[in-house]
């Protein structure tokens, strides 16, 4: 894809997803309350899954600066000391890798000097962002969540790194699995990272991963979706754009104003989805309440 077909793309999805007066929280619009209250009818038996997977503290090929989890107390000794006690860790974490599954708020991506909706970048600061933050979603994410699983459409059990979900593997996943992605949808799709690196063991997955190509956005923008998650990147690897690393980004986040999620995991929910037959559910999102970051580690749970 040229660097000029991608601009050109770039514009129409802009064009297309205008929000009027609540443009700053982007497609998050399209999640009414009236939805919200909708999305609960999705539950049947009350089984709860999670969609995130265990955040990894191991260096790898995929994750050279893991996740760092410390104890810091009890001290040596308290462990079997008389008297009250307590065990204490530390937790820090870099959000944006490619291991562990996070949210991105959209001040992540910074195109020609400004953010989404025109915002300068300037607003990111050391302090961190002034605008377009995680506290956007501080209240949490709650809605219709649907599952389109690609491998499953395919007959394989993961999609190669460097293939592309397209618009009709969607339309078909859909039409396969009898369910429709409607407005205000939180729209996950499998691609099969989590088995593959489960079976087959980590790699280098910033240079080489399966993704949705960047005319699937066409999709998004068509079906009003809030938020996309997938259990990669969402973006290929190599880019099939000229100049530009993550084209998936660039097109949800900055010109739709779409929050993404990263590296999820569904290798429990699919199962649950497809033995019950139904690809829907209500679906939970709570991020840390970090006013000022850039994303956050995230755990949706899917109810199903």
């Known amino acids: 894809m040229t660097r000029d077909a991608f601009r050109a793309l770039y514009e129409e999805l802009r064009r297309e997803t205008r929000y009027g007066n609540d443009a700053r929280r982007g497609a ?9 209250v909708s999305a609960a009818a999705e539950v049947r038996s009350g089984r709860t899954v999670s969609l995130a997977a265990p955040i990894d503290t191991r260096p790898g090929p995929d994750n050279p600066e893991p996740a760092h989890h410390r104890m810091i107390a009890p001290a040596a000794g ?10 204490r860790d530390r937790f820090a974490m870099n959000v944006h890798g490619d291991a562990d599954s996070h949210l991105d708020a959209l001040c992540h991506v910074i195109l020609d000097g400004e953010l989404y909706n025109g915002i300068p970048a300037r ?5 961190g962002a002034g605008e377009l933050s995680l506290d956007l979603v501080h ?19 993961w999609l190669e790194p460097g293939d592309h979900v397209t618009t009709d593997d969607l339309t078909a996943a859909e039409e396969a ?5 409607l407005p205000g949808d939180l729209l996950f799709v499998r691609v099969g990272h989590r088995r593959r690196r489960g ?12 993704g949705l190509h960047p005319t699937a956005m066409r999709f998004l923008a068509e079906r009003h979706v809030a938020v996309l998650g997938s259990d990669g990147n969402n973006d290929t690897a190599p880019s099939v754009v ?10 949800a986040m900055h010109a739709m104003g779409v929050h993404l999620m990263d590296y999820l995991q569904f290798e429990e929910l699919a199962p649950v989805c497809a033995k019950t037959g139904r690809w829907s559910f209500l679906c939970a999102v709570a991020p840390l309440r970090l006013p000022s970051a850039t994303g956050s580690p995230v755990n949706p749970i899917a109810v199903l």
């Open 28 to 36: 998050l619009s399209h999640l009414t309350p009236e939805r919200v």
């Open 78 to 87: 308290e462990v079997e000391a008389d008297g009250l006690h307590f065990a």
């Open 123 to 127: 607003s990111v600061t050391a302090d």
């Open 139 to 157: 209240d949490g994410v709650v809605g219709r969540g649907v599952l389109l699983d690609v491998p499953r459409l395919r007959g394989v059990p």
């Open 177 to 181: 699995q009898a369910v429709r992605v």
């Open 199 to 210: 079976e087959l063991g980590a790699w280098n997955a910033a240079e080489a991963r399966a």
């Open 242 to 251: 000229a100049e530009v690393g993550f084209p998936v980004h660039v097109l």
